[in-house]
């Protein structure tokens, strides 16, 4: 009977949850400071973000020249074998894109395929 009387309970908090918010307001837009702020702070964490990957960067480059480095002292010869990485993948199709936008004539592309009859 307990059981019964808490799953009530609890229908009715999450019913009345429910039409307390169903009749909240939208908020109201952002104004022209709110949206330089946001602005602003998109740049703080995309340059943060930067920061981040170069030290990231940094600090694999030292494990792998330390492991290098101790493997060469083994007597071991090591390879470093390098992945595609999304930095390479991504500067290829911007680096393609720009001649086309200085006025240099395009390649042509892949033939359309023929219309159905």
């Known amino acids: 009977m307990t059981t019964l009387r808490a799953l009530i309970a609890a229908g009715m908090v999450v ?3 429910g039409i307390a918010v169903a009749k909240l307001p939208p908020a ?4 022209d400071a709110q949206k330089a ?3 602003e702070k998109k740049a703080k964490d995309a340059a943060a973000a930067e920061v981040a990957k170069a030290q990231q960067a940094k600090a694999e480059d030292r494990v ?7 493997q060469k002292a083994k007597g071991k010869a090591v390879t470093p ?5 999304t930095v390479v993948a991504a500067a290829a199709p911007a680096k393609a894109a720009a001649p086309a936008a200085k006025g240099a ?13």
């Open 37 to 39: 702020a946001a602005e």
């Open 28 to 31: 109201p837009p952002p104004t």
């Open 105 to 117: 004539p395009a390649k042509a592309a892949a033939p359309a395929a023929p219309a159905k009859k």
């Open 64 to 70: 792998a020249a330390r492991y290098i480095a101790e």
């Open 81 to 85: 074998q390098m992945g595609p990485t």
């Open 15 to 17: 019913a009345t949850f």
